[in-house]
DNA sequence: CCTACCCGTGTG
DNA sequence: CACACGGGTAGG
């Protein structure tokens, strides 16, 4: 057995902050955009006061010390960009208030891979001031996809990557990461390895990076791993792949603000780091990286193909008058849509069917769905929707201030639909009259531009199966 | 000194 | 043997 190492020379290791709750990730995640948002803007010293309060109420963290608490507040902001500085002030990102609000993770792990790179503003300063004299410009996510899109024309056949052949053939080579070698090359790196039965050290502390990519590149629904430990391009996403394929020409470029690398001190690499998180939360159109739920629920493309079929939302958007095809948010609506016309088919009132009604977003009445009761009374209903490609707590969401009053006076006429929508299943549960489980304490209720709530599902809210 | 990514090493 | 705690360590 030979060990395929990266020549010395062209050697040189990538790495980023070690996520603590890899096997969370989802729960962590929301967790934390929602408890930033829900702290808002205020001087540094009492948003950190706060934001470790919440820390520590998260699960399994009261026993923590000081000090981990420390290294999940800024490890996970420093990866993710959640908070923004405005000189003595703290303020929740535009990607944290878009995560607790919206809950689509799909979407936001999608943004995240778009536009991490190294170098980036998650390193200490001295460690990117290293990159930037190595030349270091590379964007993993992008390469990765050119790379086993290039692999499957040539081969005619799917194409997979493991951890450790990204490790030691993508991210550890500055042939790849300095010189841009073209991912044709690589691949002929890779191909030839394996025909030679070479092995690579695959140690957790050396694939971990290159692994972490992967992974995130996965929640964001653009690879799928099969058993055999490999990475595969998920067919059903092309629309978004295309994206990364052929990138915006807005992203961010160390080398184009720096005048002379020999001579770039540390100060000038900190002021550059502070110019990342702007970047890292860089506006995009609502519909830049919408989730398709069918793609994410599908598992290949014929799959795909049938449910599109079977749910046929180009007509429920036609007749319902939705805005877009889009957000998950609006396919949501319309798959809760289906599931009320055939509830009331089921429940013995097939008359009733053609009440069920999507209301525009424009009324602004607080609620989504006009649906009715076997008894014929009024069933209002707000759609909230979350996506994950694994299945999360989803015991919060978010509900505006016009939702929040339409809660408050239609009382038990109102209710909440939490959808779930994760690889390969949809979880629904309904909540009724949130307003009056709030008053008796069986949901809690945070204010925040609206409300942030979180309830328990053993108090209130029913699990019912989706009709599709 | 303190802060904040870095990462050795214990654990399940 | 992968993961994450909490000490390590460089910079401020």
């Excluded at 006061?49 to 902001?77: M, S, V």
């Excluded at 001031?129 to 899109?149: A, D, K, V, W």
């Excluded at 990475?231 to 470029?253: K, M, V």
């Amino acid at each position: 057995m030979t060990l395929y190492n990266v020549p010395s020379k062209h050697y040189f290791r990538l790495h980023h902050p070690r996520p603590r709750f890899k096997n969370d990730i989802e729960n962590v995640l929301i967790y934390f955009a929602s408890e930033i948002a829900a702290i808002g803007r205020k001087r540094i010293r009492d948003f950190v006061l706060d934001f470790d309060f919440a820390i520590k109420k998260y699960p399994g963290n009261l026993t923590k010390t000081q000090k981990t608490i420390n290294n999940w507040r800024t490890e996970i902001d420093a990866l993710f960009s959640f908070i923004e500085r405005e000189g003595d002030y703290l303020k929740p990102s535009k990607r944290a208030i878009e995560l607790a609000t919206n809950q689509d993770l799909v979407k936001f792990f999608k943004l995240f891979c778009y536009h991490f790179q190294y170098p980036g503003g998650f390193l200490k300063p001295h460690v990117n001031l290293e990159y930037l004299r190595n030349g270091i410009n590379f964007r993993p996510c992008s390469y990765i996809l050119e790379l086993l899109t290039e692999a499957e024309a040539q081969e005619g056949v799917r194409v997979g990557i493991s951890k450790s052949e990204a490790t030691h053939c993508i991210f550890n080579d500055l042939r790849v990461t300095r010189d841009g070698r073209t991912p044709k090359a690589t691949w002929r790196l890779i191909r030839k390895n394996r025909q030679m039965d070479l092995e690579y050290d695959w140690r957790g502390d050396v694939i971990r990076y290159a692994g972490d990519i992967l992974d995130y590149m996965v929640q964001a629904n653009l690879l799928v791993s099969r058993p055999n430990h490999k990475y595969y391009i998920n067919q059903t996403e092309s629309i978004a792949i295309r994206r990364f394929l052929n990138p915006t020409n807005d992203l961010f470029d160390y080398y184009n603000e720096i005048a002379d690398v020999a001579t770039l001190t540390l100060s000038e690499v900190k002021e550059l780091d502070a110019e990342w998180v702007s970047y890292f939360n860089t506006p995009r159109d609502e519909g830049f990286f919408d989730t398709d739920i069918l793609a994410l629920v599908a598992d290949t493309t014929s799959q795909y193909q049938e449910l599109k079929s079977l749910i046929d939302l180009d007509r429920i958007i036609a007749e319902g008058g939705l805005s877009s095809t889009g957000s998950i948010g609006s396919i949501g609506e319309s798959l809760i849509l289906n599931h009320e016309k055939k509830r009331l088919v089921q429940e013995g009132r097939p008359d009733l069917e053609h009440l069920v009604k999507l209301i525009p977003t424009q009324y602004a009445i607080g609620y989504d769905i006009n649906s009715r009761e076997i008894n014929e009374t009024h069933r209002n209903i707000e759609v909230k929707t979350t996506s994950s490609t694994t299945p999360l707590a989803f015991t919060r969401f978010h509900l505006t201030p016009n939702e929040w009053s339409a809660a408050d006076s239609n009382k038990e006429r109102y209710f909440v639909y939490r959808l779930m929508v994760t690889k390969g299943s949809i979880k629904l549960c309904v909540i009724q009259d949130p307003v009056g489980n709030y008053k008796n304490g069986n949901l809690s209720a945070i204010p925040r531009n609206g409300m942030d709530i979180i309830f328990d599902p053993n108090k209130c809210g029913i699990e019912e199966t989706l009709l599709i």
